[in-house]
């Protein structure tokens, strides 16, 4: 039996949920697995497959497709979230299920499902052909707690009270909670998706958290009294955990946005800590005001900057602005780990998706949060009161942060004592985060924990 084991690998089907910011954890997940001694399937939509582009991706992570029912365009293709969504439980159901025959026929059948929990659906296509079921939490935990403390009913929405008190979670303003809960009503859709992510949490085996304990061990603790919580993270790929990039240079995917450009070159001359790098991440999208004033606020602080503008958003960028340059760099995608890891970076203006959040942390680069929406709200209060790395832009009654408050920003992290501190800090994060992944870290043993659970369970 003991030989049978052993000689047997567990083969994973990972389906992230087919964004920039589900996949990239699910993806560097995915690799740690491999790393130890699991088989390992990925699955994206056959729309996110037609775009997307692996970049130095070298890995033996096999790759196969379902649908979402918007082949052409995905997400972009739908009327609207709700009709993405519900379309995507219908066809995506249909077509796990031919995977799954497919793969069983095959003799490459699949012992356990990890689903991004935006696609609660899974669990029950994964339990009809009896496999064991693992649920990845893309978002920090403090959010998980507090959006399943709204699938609960345990909140009671609209908020009524003006300051919030739940278990494992410093006190916190009702503006401080995710915009779908603080601006209840105004995104149904989104709304459904993050509290449905707890739908069928009850059902699954494991509940994997993209965070690492040390992050937020109150609330961490308080979630593993309900569920079987393993935290997992950073899911940052391991060579940049380290700020020297190593031979291994295994990186990622890069899905919609295929003209990613280095930026390496371009920093490299460049002084120590003197670069404000600038990211809205994958989705977000500004205002064209709010885009002119971090275009004057860059400007006008005079440093070097690199700042990252989707082309869909280009269009909003003043007017002969990008000619005017002399310190500036606008590029449209790049490889972001590359560029907190180069020692010219000195400060990250963000919109706190939880990603850049904890890729910037894992890095040990200070921040200027400006969340915009969902999660990145409350990844904002972490970021500045909690974890004390960051400052926040503070908006006027638009809510637009001014190229002042930009300026002003950049300044107290470049400048003052108040920013070294915050500098440090981010130092002290970057070595915790480290450690938490390494042999024998809190993540690292997770990991080795469940695949030991999964070898144990399939005896
Ligand atoms: C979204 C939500 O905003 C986020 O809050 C949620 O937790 C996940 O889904 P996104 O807005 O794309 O994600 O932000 P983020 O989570 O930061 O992910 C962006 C990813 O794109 C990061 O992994 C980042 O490294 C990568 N990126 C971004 C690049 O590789 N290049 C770029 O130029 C910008």
């Known amino acids: 039996m003991e030989k049978e084991i052993k000689n047997q690998i567990p083969h994973c089907l990972i389906i992230p949920y087919p964004t920039q910011g589900h996949i990239n954890p699910m993806l560097q997940f995915s690799k740690r697995l491999l790393q130890k001694g699991l088989k390992v399937t990925l699955v994206n939509t056959i729309s996110s497959s037609k775009t997307f582009k692996t970049i130095n991706l070298n890995t033996s992570i096999e790759f196969e497709t379902i649908s979402d029912g918007f082949d052409d365009g995905g997400l972009t293709a739908a009327k609207n979230i709700e009709t993405y969504i519900e379309t995507f439980r ?37 339990k009809e052909f009896e496999l064991y079921v693992a649920v990845f939490l893309t978002q920090a935990c403090c959010v998980n707690s507090i959006n399943f403390h709204a699938f609960k009913g345990w909140l009671d929405l609209p908020l009524l009270e003006k300051e919030i008190v739940l278990p494992g979670l410093p006190k916190l303003e009702a503006a401080d909670l995710p915009s779908f809960l603080y601006k209840y009503g105004t995104h149904p859709g989104y709304f459904d998706i993050l509290t449905n992510q707890f739908s069928m949490i009850d059902q699954v085996d494991w509940v994997l958290a993209n965070t690492f304990y040390e992050l937020e061990p109150e609330v961490v603790d308080w979630l593993k009294k309900i569920w079987s919580l393993k935290t997992i993270g950073p899911c940052v790929p391991s060579m940049f955990l380290d700020r020297r990039i190593q031979d291994d240079n295994d990186y990622g995917i890069n899905i919609f946005n ?21 990211s809205f991440g994958s989705r977000s999208s500004l205002s064209e005001d709010q885009t002119e004033e ?31 340059l002399e310190k500036g760099l606008i590029v449209t995608w790049c490889q972001q780990l590359e560029v907190f890891a180069h020692e010219a970076v000195g400060c990250f203006v963000t919109h706190c998706g939880w990603n850049s959040t904890l890729e910037a942390l894992s890095l040990g ?25 960051a400052v926040k832009g503070v908006g006027d009654e638009k809510g637009v942060v001014r190229r002042e408050s930009i300026e002003d920003c950049i300044r107290e992290i470049m400048e003052t004592e108040k920013g070294n501190e915050l500098k440090n800090n981010a130092i002290k994060w970057k070595n915790v985060s480290k450690k938490s992944v390494d042999e024998g870290g809190s993540s690292d043993k997770n990991i080795v924990e469940f695949v030991n659970e999964l070898m144990l369970r399939r005896k």
């Open 294 to 324: 971090i275009a004057y606020g860059l400007k006008n602080c005079g440093r070097f900057f690199i700042w990252v503008v989707r082309e869909s958003e280009k269009s909003k960028i003043p007017k002969g602005f990008s000619e005017t």
């Open 90 to 126: 219908r066809t995506g159901s249909q077509t796990l299920t031919q995977l799954l025959h497919k793969l069983t026929k095959s003799n490459n059948s699949i012992d356990c499902v990890i689903h991004d929990a935006f696609l609660p659906w899974v669990v029950d296509v994964a």
């Open 258 to 278: 295929p003209n990613s450009e280095s930026c390496i070159k371009w920093l490299d001359d460049k002084p120590k800590g003197s670069v404000v790098y600038v």
């Open 365 to 389: 680069v200070p921040m200027i949060a400006m969340p915009i929406w969902t999660d990145q709200i409350t990844n904002a209060k972490f970021i500045v009161d909690v974890w004390k790395i």
